[in-house]
């Protein structure tokens, strides 16, 4: 099978997102994050800054560079 990247949007009656999906992964920019929950960047930003500092995640394992 080939690894490659597929395109997959997400619709509703006020809002498109159009994400990455990869081996079974959806990978979203802060900014995706932000719409789909409809909720300001910082909130999520704090969020996601809480997860590594707690070790929930490690920070290398769940981040990559989309481009």
Do not use: C, G, P, Y
Request: overall charge negative.
């Amino acid at each position: 099978m080939k690894d490659e990247n597929q395109l997959v949007i997400f619709e509703d009656k006020d809002k498109k997102i159009e994400v990455q999906l990869k081996e079974e992964t959806i990978w979203l920019s802060l900014n995706q994050i932000a719409t789909l929950l409809e909720k300001d960047k910082s909130f999520i930003s704090r969020h996601i800054r809480n997860i590594f500092e707690s070790a929930e995640l490690k920070f290398r394992l769940v981040l990559t560079h989309i481009f």
